[in-house]
């Protein structure tokens, strides 16, 4: 398969409900740039209103659930980690009149019984926090992500893949090792990979925590290097849920959205 036939997808997720969350879909829907917001029902001191959430669904962004206390639902119960997760969701769909399809677990931090308790509670899928991923997810229930808007250290990715235990993720921390300390340089290069191999280029961050930092030009100079490329389909996390692999026909890659309604 030619490069030019090869699946290459853009999505974003943005994590807590903050209320900088509509400056964030201001600058994307700038670009052209679809996301995902995952929102928990109470954690963040400044969270968006319902009505908020229900113009960023209106507009076409979708809206992920986050967790009822944005508690950590590794080690807890599976009565407990179902009630956290299961919440979220009803309260979320009672709020935009619509499904919610995906959730990310709070943190990063999940084990089998909080992928159990996110099946048990109606979701498609959810996102994880293991970077440097650029292949489309084999398992809808840990999907991973590219890159976080955020200036690691170098040191935090090799932590990360230790934690992930991904040979994907040692391998492209390996061939990105001079770019690991400059996450927009980072973020290009592993663009460019999937312009070239095909794949999904998977960016996620937190809205307060650009704003606190002050790396929005930052942000814009990354999302003008993705955006308004014509062979790039450009979709929120739910349209990963349909990549079973690269090899789709015309027909599958133009139908490729999300079910939601």
């Known amino acids: 398969m030619s490069n030019s036939t090869k699946l290459k997808v853009v999505t974003t997720s943005w994590d807590d409900g903050d209320s900088a969350d509509l400056k964030l879909a201001e600058l994307l829907r700038s670009k052209g740039i679809l996301g995902t917001f995952y929102v928990p029902m109470r954690y963040r001191e400044h969270p968006m209103s319902h009505a908020e959430l229900r113009s960023l669904a209106d507009e076409g962004f979708e809206i992920g659930a986050h967790g009822w206390n ?11 980690a179902l009630e956290e997760v299961k919440a979220c969701k009803i309260a979320l769909e009672d709020i935009l009149g619509k499904r919610v399809d995906m959730f990310c677990y709070p943190k990063g931090r999940y084990d089998a019984n909080a992928v159990r308790a996110v099946q048990e509670a109606g979701y498609a899928g959810a996102r994880t926090v ?5 292949r489309p997810p084999s398992n ?89 490329r014509d062979e790039v389909r450009y979709v929120p996390n739910c349209g990963l849920l349909q990549l079973k692999s690269l090899n789709l026909s015309r027909v599958e890659r133009e139908s490729l959205h999300c079910d939601i309604e």
């Open 130 to 134: 293991r970077m440097l991923a650029t």
């Open 140 to 228: 809808p229930f840990r999907m991973p992500m590219t890159l976080q808007a955020y200036p690691h250290a170098p040191i935090i990715y090799f932590r990360n893949i230790g934690r992930s235990r991904s040979f994907e993720s040692l391998r492209s921390c390996l061939v990105q090792l001079p770019r690991l300390g400059n996450w927009v340089e980072l973020g290009k290069s592993l663009f460019d990979r999937v312009l070239n191999e095909g794949g999904v280029w998977h960016l996620s961050g937190h809205s307060w925590e650009i704003e606190r930092l002050g790396i929005w030009d930052a942000l814009c100079e990354l999302l003008d290097y993705v955006c308004q």
């Open 70 to 80: 944005h508690k950590l639902l590794w080690r807890l119960q599976p009565d407990e």
